[in-house]
């Protein structure tokens, strides 16, 4: 019996590793796989015929015999058309979705309004999304979801969320019961780095093992991938640096009033909230506020000075506490004004430390990364290959 259960994972562990390797391929051949697996030929062969029963394997045709002659191979790749995942980004007023292959490539997405932190109504758009759900190509259909929320997260629970009220409502296990599909949960600064890991929209040069995701929006998060794995902490509550306290010497410690977090000041979010009050109105929308921005308001200018120090010291500690190969750096101000970004690197640089992280100013949205994340997360578990190397493309 021990022996039988011995040979079964040797059996699943080759399957992995045929299935990854056809998965990283552009296109290949069963004995160039056979070769970069160092398996035998009649291995790979007999875990081929489940793998195309399963209908992973798409055939592409013969192609070019080698240097020295002999047959050509059969060429194949892993079958885009196996079936699609749906990814969900559940922000404070959009709920943004994306449909993927598992390979990656975007079918389709779109986005909705949200006016309620009820999570009840929210399911109830999910629900009009999946039932209008209408992909012809693929065999299996729809095969997994996954969910990018602005909370920390852990076994695929919400530990506490700031935004949305998830007490009361089991959204997974509604969302499951809709679909028949796993569906799986996950912090959206943890799917960003996942993001950067998985589609490595990057320098193709360049593989980075030990990097940061910082995503500066409603709030401030980051996600940490530590030799290549996403690091969650006790209780998934690693990253949650926006809860940072910003001690101010001028503050009374003995008072009622508690010190700010660094959320409470420099999130998108705040800054906004201090831009109305600079212009003395109740609110200023997002569109308002870029505009702003755009046209250097001499009122506002010095706050984005702050923020532009403020962002860049964050960084730096960042570098101190992790010494990453790289940051990736997510924010709708950079977006919007580069020479935001440009002058809040050149403040990173001025504090001049020992080791420096490549800085990345990220050109994809904190929500396309969050999202992207969650379809690798959803395709990586459908296909039972959560901690191996994959490539994912747009």
Not at 98 to 119: F, H, M, P, Q, Y
Not at 385 to 390: A, R, V
Request: hydrophobic share 45%.
């Amino acid at each position: 019996m021990v022996k039988k259960a011995n040979l079964d994972v040797v059996r699943e562990n080759n399957r992995k590793l045929v299935l990854q390797t056809l998965f990283n391929s552009e296109k290949t051949s069963r004995s160039s796989i056979s070769k970069a697996v160092g398996l035998q030929k009649s291995t790979v062969s007999s875990i081929f015929l489940d793998l195309e029963e399963e209908g992973f394997v798409q055939e592409l045709g013969i192609g070019e015999s080698s240097n020295v002659g002999g047959r050509k191979p059969s060429m194949i790749r892993f079958n885009r058309a196996y079936g699609y995942v749906l990814a969900f980004d559940m922000g404070v007023r959009h709920l943004r979705y994306t449909i993927n292959r598992l390979s990656g490539e975007i079918i389709s997405d779109g986005a909705i309004d949200i006016k309620s932190k009820k999570v009840a109504p929210v399911f109830s758009e999910m629900k009009k999304i999946i039932e209008s759900l209408d992909v012809q190509d693929t065999i299996k259909g729809l095969v997994g979801i996954a969910i990018a929320v602005h909370a920390p997260v852990f076994n695929n629970n919400i530990i506490y969320s700031p935004f949305f009220e998830f007490e009361d409502f089991d959204l997974v296990g509604e969302l499951e019961k809709l679909t028949d599909v796993p569906v799986l949960i996950e912090n959206e600064a943890n799917l960003a780095a996942i993001f950067y890991r998985d589609y490595h929209v990057y320098n193709e040069e360049v593989e980075y093992k030990d990097f940061i995701a910082l995503n500066i929006h409603n709030g401030i998060g980051v996600g940490i991938v530590c030799e290549g794995y996403v690091f969650r902490g006790v209780d998934g509550l690693a990253g949650e640096v926006g809860r940072t306290i910003v001690y101010d010497a001028k503050a009374n410690l003995t008072g009622d009033r508690d010190l700010p977090r660094l959320e409470d000041l420099y999130s998108e979010n705040a800054i906004i909230d201090r831009v109305a009050t600079i212009k003395k109105v109740d609110t200023i929308s997002r569109e308002e506020f870029l505009e702003l921005l755009i046209h250097q308001d001499a009122e506002v200018m010095p706050l984005i000075e702050e923020w532009e120090m403020a962002i860049a010291a964050f960084i730096y500690n960042l570098n101190q506490l992790y010494a990453p190969q790289a940051i990736f750096i997510t924010s709708r101000i950079f977006d919007t004004c580069p020479e935001i970004a440009q002058e809040t690197l050149v403040n990173v640089d001025r504090f001049n430390s020992v080791h420096k992280p490549d800085l990345i100013i990220s050109d994809s949205s904190v929500q396309d990364a969050s999202m992207l994340g969650a379809v690798a997360l959803i395709s990586r578990y459908v296909l039972g290959l959560q901690d191996h190397i994959l490539k994912f493309s747009l």
